[in-house]
């Protein structure tokens, strides 16, 4: 077990099974980051949070962070906490580079070195670290609307569903996205039938590709070959979040067409696994809607 600082413990499951049998530095708080609560704790006399979580890359704890933050918060100011995950490496590390970045307004790099000065075995994976980089980017602050933290949740669902076959993650991002549907104050409308499709909320921005030479020569324009950056609003497509009219079609499918909810007709594709934009950027997921399929509406 190792002191952080103050109040503040950091161990691995073994140090919380034993606190079942003794409790010498007086740990009245415990935070389990792991794939099971610890069973020895229910009958004893202390504050416990389970938050479930594996150690894999593709484990969201960013979600989680906030809660365990103000758990952390709370047990310092009543007594003490002890932060665990099984091994003591990766999970519990993620919380609590987190927490300084949060509380001691650390850096990620000077959190992360911290930490490792107080046990140099630690090493959150590759997942945890880039979710420490975006919290980072975000001033460690989640809000659901946030851009960034949206397009991040949207990868990250995407590589639940592609690769483990996560439907439930899907379907309630979906749902997640309604809100910025009925808050945007710029919407998009179907040319035919004039059905509200999204907002400017729901669109997702990327960098803009390499143009001609992102594409195979096969797609090149022989005229103009210069790879020459260009402007967004060329692109042909908006790439949107996935919304509730498209669940029936999205989900269980990999790639796809898709159509207007109220009149079926055909204003876009989706791909899980990606699709090109006409600017020569990649676009991982891919839901693409045809700039002249549809009408902007203030």
């Known amino acids: 077990m190792f002191l952080v600082h103050g ?28 794939a099971q609560p610890v069973k020895e704790l229910d009958n004893l006399s202390l504050h416990v949070k389970f938050v479930q979580a594996l150690d894999t890359p593709f484990t969201d704890l ?21 932060v665990h995950c099984t091994a ?5 590390a993620f919380v609590l580079i987190a927490y300084l970045m949060k509380m001691e307004e650390k850096p990620y790099t000077e959190a992360y070195n911290a930490l490792k000065s107080i046990n140099a075995n630690m090493c959150p994976n590759v997942g945890f670290v880039q979710q420490l980089q975006l919290y980072e980017k975000l001033n460690c602050k989640i809000k659901p609307s946030d851009a960034e933290y949206r397009n991040y949740q949207l990868q990250n669902t995407a590589r639940m569903y592609t690769v483990l076959g996560d439907v439930s993650k899907v379907k309630s991002f979906i749902r997640s996205s309604h809100h910025g549907l009925l808050n945007g104050k710029i919407v998009y409308k179907c040319r035919k ?22 594409f195979k ?36 499918n990999v790639e796809g067409k898709l159509s207007c909810p109220k009149c079926n007709n055909r204003i876009g594709s989706f791909n899980w696994a990606g699709s090109q934009c006409s600017c020569g950027a990649w676009i991982t997921p891919s839901f693409q809607i045809h700039r002249n399929k549809i009408d902007e509406s203030k």
């Open 7 to 34: 109040n503040l413990l950091w161990g691995n499951i073994d140090d919380s099974i034993g606190l079942a049998k003794e409790n010498p530095r007086g740990i009245s708080h415990v935070l389990t980051i792991d």
């Open 217 to 252: 020569w096969r797609k090149r324009n022989a005229k103009n070959n210069n790879n020459q950056q260009h402007d967004v609003s060329v692109c042909s497509s908006y790439f949107i979040q996935p919304l509730p009219w498209m669940e029936s079609v999205i989900v269980g």
């Open 193 to 214: 039938c004039r059905s509200l499709l999204y907002s400017e909320n729901n669109i997702l921005t990327h960098s803009i590709g390499t143009g001609q030479g992102a």
């Open 88 to 92: 003591g490496l990766s999970r519990s």
């Open 62 to 82: 960013l979600d989680q962070i906030e809660d365990c933050i103000q758990f952390i918060n709370v047990g310092m100011d009543q007594g003490k906490v002890l």
